[in-house]
C-alpha cells in the first residue's frame, strides 16, 4: 500500500521544479532565429542577467550545463600551465579544478572540510606564502550542493586583498543564483558562472558566465580560447554569434518567462522567501536529530545554505532506506548524498520556485519515512518548521 498516487515531488538541488508559466512559455513554436522576436528575447535576457548577478559587467548565455560555464571561465581568462588554487569546501569546487587540469591547467586544493565552510584566513596564509605570484585564479563555490555549505564570498575577497594578491577570484554561483544574496562587483568578483535549473527555475540546458574587468583584461591574453566559448565572438553584432551558432530557443523562452517572475517578486523577497524556508527546513532536521539517528551535514549553524540541506544518517541507518521511502511510498524525491557522502546523507532542496505547503509536505513526508522505518528521532520536527514560519510570516 501507497500513498504516492498524485503529483509527485521533486525535492533534489537541481533540477528543481519548473513553473507551470514557465513550462508554457516553452510550449511555443519555433521561431526566426535570426530577427524579429528572439533578438528581442535575447537582448532582454542579456541585459538582466547582470542584474541577478550584482555586476556592472556583461553576461554571456551558453547552450550548456554548469560544467560548460565551467569550462566558459577557465578558457576565456586562462593560459595553458597557469596555476590555480581551489578551495575545497565539498565536491563541486574541486570538480572545477579537475576540468581545469583537463584543459592544461595546473590545479592546487587548498584542503578543507566537507562539513565546514573555507576558511578565509588558511586563504589568506596561502596567498601570502605564493611571493612570485604563481597562483593565477582562485576557485571557490558559493554553496557546494554536495556538503550543503555556504561560503562566505566577502571574506574570502578580503583575505586575498589582505596577502595583496592578484590572482583573479573565479566563483561557481550554480547553486546560489537568485537564492540568496550575489553580489559580483561589491565582493571584488572576478568571474561568476551558474545554471538555469536551480534558483532560475528553468529546465537544465542553459549555462551562464559574468565577467568583470580584471577577468576581460586576463581574457585578452589568454591562450586555452576556443571558438564556441570565446567571449569575443559571442560579443560580435549578429545574433547567431550570441549562441555561436543556432539559440537555444525554447529554453530561452523559458527563461524570460523566469526572469519576469523573479523580478517581479523582486529580488530582496526572492531571498527572503530562501531564507525563512531554509529556516523550516533546519528547525526540523534541529528536531530531529534529538533522537540520534540523523544530524546536520554541516557542524556550523552560520555555514547552512539556504538553497540544500545536506542530512548526515548516522550509522547503524541507511539513508538509501529513508530515500527510497519517500519516493516509493508518498511520492517525494528526495537528494541523495553523493561524493563522499554517497548512502550516507540525504538532501532537502529548499531552492528555485518553492514555498510553504512544498516545504511542510517534504518534511511531513521525511517525518513518516523516519517513523515507518523506525529511525530514532526526535518528534515534533514538522511542528517545529511550523512554528518558526508562523513566528516569522505575519499578516500584513
Given at each position: 500500500?501507497?500513498?504516492?498516487?498524485?503529483?509527485?515531488?521533486?525535492?533534489?538541488?537541481?533540477?528543481?521544479?519548473?513553473?507551470?508559466?514557465?513550462?508554457?512559455?516553452?510550449?511555443?513554436?519555433?521561431?526566426?532565429?535570426?530577427?524579429?522576436?528572439?533578438?528581442?528575447?535575447?537582448?532582454?535576457?542579456?541585459?538582466?542577467?547582470?542584474?541577478?548577478?550584482?555586476?556592472?559587467?556583461?553576461?554571456?548565455?551558453?547552450?550548456?550545463?554548469?560544467?560548460?560555464?565551467?569550462?566558459?571561465?577557465?578558457?576565456?581568462?586562462?593560459?595553458?600551465?597557469?596555476?590555480?588554487?581551489?578551495?575545497?569546501?565539498?565536491?563541486?569546487?574541486?570538480?572545477?579544478?579537475?576540468?581545469?587540469?583537463?584543459?592544461?591547467?595546473?590545479?592546487?586544493?587548498?584542503?578543507?572540510?566537507?562539513?565546514?565552510?573555507?576558511?578565509?584566513?588558511?586563504?589568506?596564509?596561502?596567498?601570502?606564502?605564493?611571493?612570485?605570484?604563481?597562483?593565477?585564479?582562485?576557485?571557490?563555490?558559493?554553496?557546494?550542493?554536495?556538503?550543503?555549505?555556504?561560503?562566505?564570498?566577502?571574506?574570502?575577497?578580503?583575505?586575498?586583498?589582505?596577502?595583496?594578491?592578484?590572482?583573479?577570484?573565479?566563483?561557481?554561483?550554480?547553486?546560489?543564483?537568485?537564492?540568496?544574496?550575489?553580489?559580483?562587483?561589491?565582493?571584488?568578483?572576478?568571474?561568476?558562472?551558474?545554471?538555469?535549473?536551480?534558483?532560475?527555475?528553468?529546465?537544465?540546458?542553459?549555462?551562464?558566465?559574468?565577467?568583470?574587468?580584471?577577468?576581460?583584461?586576463?581574457?585578452?591574453?589568454?591562450?586555452?580560447?576556443?571558438?564556441?566559448?570565446?567571449?569575443?565572438?559571442?560579443?560580435?553584432?549578429?545574433?547567431?554569434?550570441?549562441?555561436?551558432?543556432?539559440?537555444?530557443?525554447?529554453?530561452?523562452?523559458?527563461?524570460?518567462?523566469?526572469?519576469?517572475?523573479?523580478?517581479?517578486?523582486?529580488?530582496?523577497?526572492?531571498?527572503?522567501?530562501?531564507?525563512?524556508?531554509?529556516?523550516?527546513?533546519?528547525?526540523?532536521?534541529?528536531?530531529?536529530?534529538?533522537?540520534?539517528?540523523?544530524?546536520?551535514?554541516?557542524?556550523?549553524?552560520?555555514?547552512?545554505?539556504?538553497?540544500?540541506?545536506?542530512?548526515?544518517?548516522?550509522?547503524?541507518?541507511?539513508?538509501?532506506d529513508l530515500i527510497a521511502y519517500c519516493e516509493n511510498k508518498c511520492g517525494v524525491v528526495l537528494g541523495i548524498g553523493i561524493c563522499d557522502l554517497v548512502g550516507k546523507a540525504f538532501r532537502i532542496a529548499h531552492m528555485g520556485h518553492v514555498n510553504a505547503p512544498m516545504i511542510l509536505?517534504?518534511?511531513?513526508?521525511?517525518?513518516?519515512?523516519?517513523?515507518?522505518?523506525?529511525?530514532?528521532?526526535?518528534?515534533?520536527?514538522?511542528?517545529?518548521?511550523?512554528?518558526?514560519?508562523?513566528?516569522?510570516?505575519?499578516?500584513?
Amino acid at each position: 500500500m501507497t500513498v504516492r498516487n498524485g503529483r509527485e515531488f521533486l525535492s533534489i538541488p537541481g533540477p528543481t521544479v519548473v513553473p507551470d508559466s514557465v513550462l508554457g512559455a516553452m510550449h511555443h513554436p519555433a521561431i526566426d532565429i535570426y530577427s524579429g522576436k528572439l533578438e528581442g528575447i535575447t537582448h532582454s535576457c542579456l541585459e538582466d542577467l547582470p542584474k541577478i548577478f550584482g555586476t556592472q559587467g556583461q553576461a554571456y548565455i551558453y547552450a550548456a550545463n554548469g560544467h560548460g560555464a565551467w569550462e566558459a571561465a577557465v578558457t576565456n581568462v586562462l593560459n595553458r600551465g597557469d596555476k590555480i588554487l581551489v578551495l575545497e569546501s565539498g565536491r563541486f569546487a574541486i570538480g572545477w579544478g579537475q576540468a581545469a587540469e583537463v584543459l592544461g591547467v595546473e590545479m592546487e586544493i587548498l584542503p578543507g572540510s566537507l562539513r565546514r565552510a573555507v576558511d578565509p584566513a588558511q586563504v589568506e596564509e596561502r596567498l601570502r606564502a605564493d611571493t612570485d605570484g604563481s597562483i593565477k585564479a582562485i576557485l571557490v563555490v558559493q554553496v557546494d550542493t554536495a556538503s550543503g555549505v555556504v561560503n562566505d564570498l566577502p571574506a574570502i575577497r578580503r583575505a586575498i586583498d589582505a596577502a595583496g594578491h592578484g590572482a583573479l577570484l573565479m566563483v561557481d554561483a550554480v547553486a546560489s543564483l537568485a537564492t540568496m544574496p550575489f553580489e559580483m562587483d561589491a565582493w571584488g568578483i572576478d568571474v561568476a558562472v551558474s545554471g538555469s535549473q536551480k534558483g532560475l527555475m528553468t529546465p537544465p540546458g542553459l549555462s551562464f558566465a559574468a565577467a568583470g574587468p580584471r577577468a576581460k583584461a586576463a581574457h585578452q591574453t589568454a591562450d586555452l580560447k576556443t571558438h564556441y566559448w570565446d567571449w569575443t565572438f559571442r560579443e560580435g553584432e549578429l545574433h547567431y554569434q550570441k549562441y555561436c551558432g543556432t539559440p537555444p530557443e525554447h529554453h530561452l523562452f523559458g527563461l524570460r518567462q523566469a526572469l519576469d517572475m523573479i523580478f517581479e517578486e523582486g529580488l530582496e523577497n526572492v531571498f527572503a522567501r530562501h531564507r525563512l524556508l531554509a529556516g523550516a527546513v533546519r528547525r526540523a532536521v534541529g528536531a530531529w536529530g534529538q533522537g540520534g539517528a540523523v544530524e546536520f551535514n554541516i557542524t556550523e549553524p552560520s555555514e547552512r545554505s539556504d538553497s540544500v540541506t545536506t542530512i548526515l544518517v548516522n550509522e547503524g541507518h541507511d539513508a538509501g532506506d529513508l530515500i527510497a521511502y519517500c519516493e516509493n511510498k508518498c511520492g517525494v524525491v528526495l537528494g541523495i548524498g553523493i561524493c563522499d557522502l554517497v548512502g550516507k546523507a540525504f538532501r532537502i532542496a529548499h531552492m528555485g520556485h518553492v514555498n510553504a505547503p512544498m516545504i511542510l509536505g517534504t518534511l511531513a513526508t521525511v517525518e513518516v519515512g523516519l517513523a515507518a522505518l523506525g529511525m530514532p528521532h526526535g518528534r515534533g520536527g514538522v511542528q517545529a518548521a511550523i512554528d518558526w514560519l508562523g513566528e516569522q510570516v505575519k499578516p500584513d
